[in-house]
Structure formats: C-alpha cells, structure tokens
C-alpha cells in the first residue's frame, strides 16, 4: 500500500482528516498491541503533519524504548526526555543498514541499503572506537552488518551507532578543536544533519580494526551533528580453524 504524505494538514477545525478521528490515547494502545511495528509507524506518519508529529513524539519514542530498552535508560540517564536527533532518527538506525552509493561517503562502492533483522549495540564495544582521551564519552556501537564477496572490495562490513549527549561530548571537542571540516555535500542518512570524517580528523584508534576483525588501513566512519555514527569496514578472511568452526 503507498501513502501520498500530506504536508499542508495541520489539523485545524476545518480539517478533513479531524472527521471521525481517534484520540492520540487509542493511537497508543493500538500500536502498543501492534508492539510499536516500525513498518505501520511509518506508514501513519504519511498520512498528514498531524500524524507524523505523533509518530516522531509517541511512537518511535516507544519502538526504541521497546526494542533496546537498557540502551534507551542509558541514554536518557542524563534526565533528557528526547534524544539527538529526534527519535524517528534513532528508531531507523535501530533497524537499517544505510549501505552506499558510487560516489557518496565511500568512494565507488554500490551496496544498496535494508533493513536489519536484529542488531546487538553495546557500550562496551564503542570504547573501541575512541581515543584513550575520549574514553569518557559514550557511545553505543553494533556489530558490524557483513556484505560478503564485493569482488575488489573482498568482504565488506558496514557498522553504525550514535553518542550519549553528543553535543557535550570530548569527541565533537576535538573536532572543533583539530578543525574538522563538515562533508560538503552528504548528510547523515537517519537525520539529515552534516557530517564528519573521523579519518580525515585522525581520531580512529587501532583498536576499532581489533574489534571488528578488519584491516586496520580500511576503516572509516563518520559522526553527524546530532551523533548518529556511520562506517565501512573490509573484514579479515577467517582463518581455517574459524571456518572449520562455521562448517560444524
């Protein structure tokens, strides 16, 4: 079913879509008995501005909050009720994998973007990709979505996360303070904000390659304004004992 998004509708008294329409409290214990299904939320959201207000506020609030409780407490333990980003932003990077483009932020590499399963983000794994002097911050990293057999690109991983409180954060400090340039031209594919290269800033430690079985010279990833992080990854061969392992 396509939904043609409605962006004039407010809502006002004179509004047709306010005719026989439901309270924002039935909306909830209906999606609540749907366990906050991302695919439906996003159609609602097409409706009209009303809808997708509701969705942006309510909705996605209570898909994350659901689908990475422990993650959500963590990120909001600072007393904030919103997230960087609004948390449609942080619902999509729950469940998508952005992929590339020929041309975009990874160079000539055309792998299409999905949807994800079921993805693991772990606090303890974003250490890995800070710098001792910004050990401090948190930041919550998933294991790396595996796309394998890319012919001259070998086995490529694509892995993403984002930033407790990134505006305060030592990381965004020391960009500013190294003179990081935002991305001319891309944005970041969850909130649209501007983009910065953490290779170009020279902020990748060794140990992010150590954490997800890579190359050490073939890492990049990037932080937008809002904090959501996005990176590519060419991932070691296994050895013969690991596949032997795979096979059993």
């Known amino acids: 079913m396509i939904i043609t998004k409605q962006y004039r509708c407010i809502h006002s008294t004179s509004c047709q879509c306010t005719k026989g329409h439901l309270s924002e409290d039935v909306i909830f214990l209906v999606f609540q008995q749907l366990n906050w299904n991302p695919k439906l939320i996003a159609t609602l959201s097409c ?22 409780p422990k993650m959500m407490i963590d990120l909001q333990s600072s007393g904030s009720h919103n997230v960087d980003g609004n948390w449609r932003a942080l619902g999509k990077l729950l469940i998508y994998c952005s992929g590339c483009t020929k041309g975009g932020l990874f160079n000539n590499i055309q792998i299409p973007g999905h949807f994800v399963h079921r993805t693991r983000f772990s606090r303890t794994s974003g250490k890995s990709f800070l710098l001792p002097q910004c050990r401090s911050d948190v930041l919550f990293v998933c294991d790396p979505c595996e796309h394998l057999d890319q012919g001259e690109d070998g086995d490529v991983g694509f892995f993403r996360g984002v930033f407790k409180s990134f505006s305060m954060s030592k990381v965004r400090k020391m960009l500013i303070k190294r003179g990081a340039q935002l991305h001319p031209t891309e944005v970041c594919p969850y909130c649209k904000a501007k983009l910065w290269s953490m290779l170009q800033a020279k902020m990748i430690p060794p140990s992010a390659s150590c954490w997800l079985g890579a190359y050490e010279d073939c890492i990049e990833y990037y932080v937008c304004l809002n904090g959501h992080v996005l990176g590519i990854c060419t991932l070691l061969p296994l050895s013969d004992s690991e596949e032997a392992s795979e096979l059993e």
């Open 47 to 68: 409706v009209c501005k009303w809808f997708d207000d509701l969705a942006k506020r309510v909705l996605w609030k209570e898909f994350c909050r659901t689908r990475a």
